[in-house]
Each structure stands twice: as C-alpha cells, then as structure tokens.
C-alpha cells in the first residue's frame, strides 16, 4: 500500500494541490493532444510507419555493440572525435577537461534531457564553468531555479504572466515589460544573442545519429539549436548509447513520427543535421560523448528494454491522466510521465524511482500513441514485480496482497469476503473521505477519493438482472 501512495512523492504534494499549474497543464497538453491527433490522422501509413520505427529500433537494441563501433568509425572519419562514458560522472568530467582545455569559463546549450539526466549543469557551476541554456522553457526554467516539467515544453507548467514576472526580476535589466508572448520572446532573443555571439563552445544533445555516415541530428522549434550548432567554434554533443539509427533512409522513418507525435506538425521547423566538420564552415571540432548510464543493464532486460527504443516525442505525457493531474512534476525525475515511469526505475533505481510504476493508471493511452510501439503499461506490470521481488514492499504490503491474493482466487473466501463488504458498507461509506483519514491513507487520499461500496455485488446485480 506504501508504494502505491507512493506512486507520487510526498515533496510532490504542494505541486499536485496547485491548481493553477494543473490548469496550465491540462490547457497545453489538450491543445497539444488535438493538434497530433488531426496531423496523425492524415496518414494512411500511421501504423505502417510505427512497426517500421519498431524494428528499426530493435534491430539496432540487437546489435547495439556493431553499430556503436560503426557510428566511432564514421563520425572519426569526418573528423569528428568520439569519446565513450560508462556513467554521469565520467561523461562530465569529460566535457569538463574539453572545456578547460580551451580555457573557457561558459558554455551555451541545446536543449538535452542526457545532459539533465547527467546534471551537467550543477556539476560545471560547481567546477567554475556557467552554462547557459537557449531554449525558451529551458532558460524559464533555469532563470525560476525551477525543474522541467515536460519532456518537450520543460516550462509548460508557467502561463505567461508568471514568465513575464521572472523576466522582469532577472533577464529583461529593469525594463518593464507586458505579457505579450512577442515582447517575451524578444526579450529572451536580446538576452541570448549576447550569449551567441560571445561563447566558445556549445553542447547539445542528439535526437539521432547515424551510424553508417556518422551525421548527428538534432530538431528543435526555435532556431537557438540551429545557432547553437553553427556559431561556437567548438561543439560537444552528448548521447545516450541507443541513439543510433542505421542509415539515412532509417532516419527518415523518425522524421516522419517525431514532429506529428511531439508537436503536432507534419515536420520539425529546424533539423540540424552534420557530419563532422568542415573547414570554413560551423565549428572547427566536434566532439561526440556516448553515455552509457545503465543503459546495457536495462538492454539485458527482456522487457524492459523496450523502454530503450523512446524518441523523447512526449506522446506519451500528453494523453496521460495520471501526468495531467500531477502537476508534471510528482514524477521527481528527469523523465516525466509514463515514459519516465519505465525509464527512471531502470535507469536510476533509486528509492524515489521505485515507486514510479505505480505512476499510472494502466489505461493504455500511451502505448496508443507512442510512435515506436513501448507497450509502457506491459512494462509498469513488469517493473512492479521486480520491485515486489526485489523485496522493497513492506510487510504490511506484502501481508495484505497475500491475503487478497488468497480471497480472489478461492471461491469460498471470496464471498465471505463479499458477505463482509456488505455488512460493513454503511459505516465505511460514512467515513470521512480525502485527507481527512488516519495516517497513509490520509496522505494517499488528499487526491483521492474514496468509492462508495455498492448496495449489491456484480453477481447479485447480475442474477437480479436476469431474473
Ligand atoms: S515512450 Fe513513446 S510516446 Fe512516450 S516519449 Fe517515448 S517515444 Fe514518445
């Protein structure tokens, strides 16, 4: 029962109970929601393009080892410098030592889930190094010392009155400026200019990389990724190690799925792609670091691994009651919503994720639109019974399923237990409901209420219907 309540950390609670980011969330993820389902809609080939998707990924999860070396091969021979993580720590300490070795003191940023997931940003302020985020919601979010609360809009939980009050107190230097979405923007877009055109080196992350011509994709909305890419003489990109597609051809395949599943638009309004680099024209080094992070251990995970084949569309996170109704941020992880309920648990496994799985409401909404075919709830099931098995239930908990465990698969018990239900029903539905009850269930019930038990069972309602 603790881990059910715990599906949402306590610190989480504050968030769940403001209403206002609630209704934030739930004006943006329905307008999201609509406009994918109108573009997916256009496509006769939706499904065809998924079970493509589908295999392409789990053809490279297969044979991960050869492709890896391929993509090291190929982005070497475009001159391109690859360097190989096993965790967070070494991944940043690389990236520090390229850093220090040009003797910069501030980096700009693409914006990367990897290099959130790594804490990079934390981990160079405290080696001395500023870095400065260039995606609006990004910068939103680290200007409010906030955390993202979306995969795709990390500040979707801010209505633009609450940005206009950050600006004002840090980026817009005493202006006073309205609310208009315009006069915002500009106001980043003055900010980050100077950043552009006066920064070293930039970091991003990689959508894809393609392991047959070593060319790196990253797709974004705003142009900052574009700049980002192209200014800096020289560029890191971080990536997790089962970014990989095969060829050209492939990638096509995820152009296709990633704008009409995040967005909501038949294509990406920037795909930056490159190979390497050329004399004259972008940066004049690129470096490439593969993080491994747990990822081979959940590769070894016949049903967890499927998690691995995630394009970070958010999808998932937008047809997802269970996220809606959080807040966006009771996931406490660096990967919100379902997919961060399957990701985090395998990835991180620490107390906090533990409780992930029970993130949900098993509805299947999101295997529904997930553009690679993640059968998540498959693997919400699965990841619940290796918390269970790995023995992180208490005994209350453990005592309590046995018994119902028990009661439903015997039929004697269970209609005792039905017989019991009924005798009881009227002081338990007289109970008070919501946070009002004794200990855990007071804190499982501020968000909850409490369903009536009914005058008669399903087999009661049943024979009377049949007379
Ligand atoms: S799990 Fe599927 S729907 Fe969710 S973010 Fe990943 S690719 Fe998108």
Not at 179 to 190: Q, V
Not at 295 to 304: C, E, Q, T
């Amino acid at each position: 029962m603790s881990r059910i309540k715990a599906g949402f950390s306590t610190s989480s609670l504050p968030r769940i109970g403001n209403s206002q980011l609630r209704a934030n969330l739930r004006s943006a993820t329905s307008s999201i929601r609509e406009k994918r389902a109108r573009v997916v809609g256009e496509k006769s080939d939706w499904e065809e393009l998924r079970r493509k998707a589908e295999k392409i990924k789990d053809q490279v999860l297969n044979n991960l080892d050869a492709y890896l070396t391929e993509l090291e091969r190929s982005v070497e021979d475009v001159g391109g410098k690859v360097h190989w993580a096993r965790d967070s720590q070494e991944a940043n300490e690389i990236i520090l030592s390229l850093i220090k070795s040009h003797g910069s003191k501030q980096v700009i940023k693409v914006k990367s889930l990897t290099t959130d997931e790594m804490q990079l940003n934390d981990f160079l302020q405290a080696n001395g190094i500023s870095a400065y985020e260039t995606d609006l919601a990004e910068l939103i979010v680290q200007l409010g010392n906030d955390r993202p609360s979306h995969i795709l809009v990390p500040a979707i939980h801010k209505n633009r009155s609450e940005i206009r009050d950050l600006f004002k107190q840090t980026i817009a230097r005493g202006r006073d400026i309205s609310d208009d979405p315009a006069e915002l923007a500009e106001t980043s877009r003055s900010y980050l200019r100077e950043k552009f055109l006066s920064t070293e080196i930039a970091i991003s992350g990689v959508n894809f990389a393609v392991a047959e011509t070593g060319t790196v994709c990253v797709v974004e909305s705003e142009g900052n990724g574009r700049m980002c890419l192209t200014l800096p003489r020289v560029l890191i990109s971080v990536m997790g190690i089962e970014k990989i597609v095969p060829g050209l051809d492939d990638l096509a395949v995820f152009l296709e799925l990633l704008p009409r599943s995040s967005t909501g638009e038949r294509m990406n309004p920037y795909t930056s792609l490159w190979s390497g680099v050329y004399p004259g024209d972008g940066p004049e080094e690129f470096h490439l670091v593969i993080l491994d992070n747990r990822r081979s251990a959940v590769l070894a995970d016949p049903i967890g691994r499927q998690a691995l084949r995630c394009i970070r569309c958010s999808a998932c996170l937008n047809v997802c009651p269970v996220y809606e109704r959080s807040g966006g941020h009771a996931y406490d992880s660096v990967y919100p919503g379902p997919i961060g309920a399957v990701l985090s648990p395998q990835l991180f496994g620490n107390e906090s994720s533990l409780s992930l799985p029970w993130a949900s409401s098993l509805c299947g909404a999101c295997y529904e639109v997930c553009p690679v075919r993640i059968n998540i709830p498959e693997v919400l099931v699965h990841l619940r019974e290796k918390v269970i098995v790995d023995g992180h239930s208490s005994l209350a908990e453990r005592s309590l399923f046995a018994a119902l465990a028990r009661a439903l698969t015997n039929t004697t018990a269970f209609e005792l237990l039905e017989k019991v239900m009924l005798t009881v029903r009227i002081p338990i539905n007289r109970m008070p409901v919501g946070g009002s009850l004794p200990g855990y269930l007071g804190k499982w019930g501020v968000t909850r209420d409490l369903p009536e038990i009914p005058k008669m069972t399903f087999r009661m309602w049943w024979r009377h219907r049949d007379g």
